[in-house]
Every structure is written in C-alpha cells, then in structure tokens.
C-alpha cells in the first residue's frame, strides 16, 4: 500500500493536474482526519454508493462539485499551499455540498447555493481558524456548519428554494417516553454502521463498511475508534431512552464517531487514558446531539455535527491537563489573508 501510494506522489509531482485530483481527493479524506487519497477516494465511492441506493445520484456529484470549488476558491485566495495540499480547505466544501443536496430539493438555484456554499466554506475556514489561533483549536467542521445553517435558514424566505427534507419546524414539546424494549442486535448492529455513513449523511449499511476500510487503509486506529465510538454512542442513545428511529438510522450517532475519532487518535497521543476521555467525549456527544436537536427544532435546521465541534473544543481546551499530541489537524492552518 505505501509503494502504491509512493508510486502516485511521484506521478503528483510531475503533473498539475493529478495534484489537484490530489488535494481534493485528501480533501474528502480529511472529513474523518484522514490524510490519504486512498482513504478520500473510497470515501467518494462510498458516498456515491449509498447516493445512488437512496435515488439520489445529485447527493453525490454536488459533494464532488462543492470540494472543487472548494480547492479552486482556495488557491484563487492564494492561501498556504501546503494546507491546500493536505485537502484542509476542501473538507468543510464537500459537507456543505452534500448537505445542501440532501435537504434542498434539485434545481438549478440548487447548483448556485452548492458553488456559492463551497466557496464561503473557505472564507469561512480561514476566519474561524484565525480566531480560534491563541486556543491553539481546529475549526473542525465549524465552517461547513455555520455556513449550512444560514443556507438552510435562507431558504425559508425564498421561493426558488425548497427544503424538501428539512426537519419540520415546531414548539419544543416534551418527548413522549415509551417504554423501550430489549435492544436487538440487528438494531445495535445497524444503528452502528448508520452512525458512521451519516458522517456523510448517508444512511448505508455497505457505504459505512467501504468508510471503515478507508479508515483502516491510513489508520488503523482510526477505524477502531470510529466503531467502538458507534457502538458506544448506540448503547449510551438506547440506555437514555431516546426515539428508536433517530437509533437505528445512526442520527444521534455520527458527532459521537468524529469526536471519538478526533479524541482518541488525532488531538490526543493514543493511550488507554486517552481511550477513557475519547470515551467521556463520545457518550457527551450523544447528550449534545440531542440537546441541539431539540434547541434547533423551532428553527426547522439539523443539528449538523455541531455536537461534534462543541465537545471537542470542550474537551480539547484543558489539555494541559491531558498529554497531547502534535498531529496535524483538519483547520490547523496557516489561515493569514492573501
């Protein structure tokens, strides 16, 4: 695997073209931390399986068109090269491309919020990324959820924009408690794999293996955190009592697989301490994810994974107190204006 990779740096470095394939492919990757274009590469197979299984084959093409424009947008700004290299500014574009998709209903004005989205995503990388410098904190995917939300948000007031697939806006109600019945273990293991594929809000059992496997391809232990993260957040949703089909579909799950990921492998030194905090930070994500989901309801807006990015900058901040690792990070940048 590394000759092959070896073999394809070589290639980069001779042609203009394959380095931007490249970064954009790294791009994608780095949505879970990976610095890998095979890990991007099956990532974007994995994400135009389970568009086309769900008959939505446009998700995909608008993640794919949102990371270019994302990495053009970034070296027309003529930001740091190597930061464009390692696909940082192009992970916040393919969220927002795939989001958008997937909430919006198509059209054409559709298209123009995806390259409008994308482009903005990178301003706002650069902004963030600036403001959070004296914490020593990445952005994360705070770009990708600020900019989404306000798309989201804007399109109540404009007639060529539908939310077709928005959550329904309504006055926060009290949940209605069921009484819940044994956890099944098609449900544990379905809800496991969902919660991994909505990182890319897709809901694909064999999308989330294909994710896995890219996972492994650069990091091991970012697979086996990415899973035991899923498997935890499932079990901690279900002790809680939440709505079984927010569960099973891995919708209160996928914060909690980035913060476990983010917590146990990249902003921390792998160790069986920092395994028990990753652990801490996953089981919160859950509480957050369903706090934001009810604080947002009136706003008719997911969540995202805000409760992703909120608890690991709550987590990472006191790490004097945690060893820390020096691992670069998706927004640990050279943010400077051009």
């Not at 927010?246 to 902003?267: C, E, K, N, Q, Y």
Request: charged content about 5%.
């Amino acid at each position: 695997m590394q000759g092959l990779l070896a073999k394809w740096d070589i290639l980069c470095t001779s042609s203009a073209v394959l380095r931007f394939v490249d970064a954009n492919l790294r791009g994608i990757g780095q949505v879970m931390f990976q610095d890998n274009p095979l890990t991007g590469l099956l990532f974007l197979i994995a994400i135009a399986w389970g568009s086309y299984a769900a008959g939505v084959p446009h998700v995909a093409i608008a993640g794919v068109v949102a990371v270019i424009i994302a990495t053009l947008t970034a070296y027309w700004l003529r930001l740091d090269p190597a930061s464009i290299a390692a696909g940082l500014y192009g992970y916040n574009g393919v969220l927002v491309g795939l989001a958008l998709a997937t909430f919006l209903a198509p059209g054409t004005l559709l298209w123009g919020y995806v390259v409008l989205g994308a482009a903005v995503s990178v301003v706002a990388t650069c902004g963030i990324a600036n403001a959070l410098k004296p914490w020593g904190a990445s952005a994360l995917t705070f770009p990708f959820v600020v900019v989404t939300w306000l798309l989201l948000l804007a399109s109540y007031g404009f007639s060529g924009l539908m939310g077709t697939a928005l959550p329904t806006g309504s006055v926060v109600v009290p949940f209605q408690a069921y009484e819940a019945s044994p956890l099944q273990v098609i449900d544990l293991v379905g809800g496991t794999l969902l919660s991994i594929s909505q990182v890319f809000l897709k809901a694909s059992g064999l999308a989330a293996l294909i994710f896995l496997i890219g996972l492994a391809v650069n990091s091991l232990a970012s697979a086996v955190f990415a899973l035991g993260g899923a498997i935890l957040a499932v079990l901690t949703a279900h002790l809680l009592g939440a709505e079984s089909s927010l569960i099973t579909g891995g919708l209160l799950g996928f914060s909690p697989v980035l913060t476990a990921i983010a917590l146990g492998t990249v902003l921390y030194r792998p160790s069986g301490r920092a395994a028990m905090y990753a652990a801490v930070g996953t089981v919160f994500t859950v509480i957050a994810q369903s706090a934001l989901n009810v604080a947002l309801m009136p706003l008719a807006i997911p969540a995202l994974t805000a409760p992703f990015v909120l608890v690991t900058w709550l987590f990472f901040l006191p790490r004097s107190s945690v060893e820390s690792s020096s691992s670069t990070v998706p927004g640990a940048i050279d943010a400077s204006p051009p």
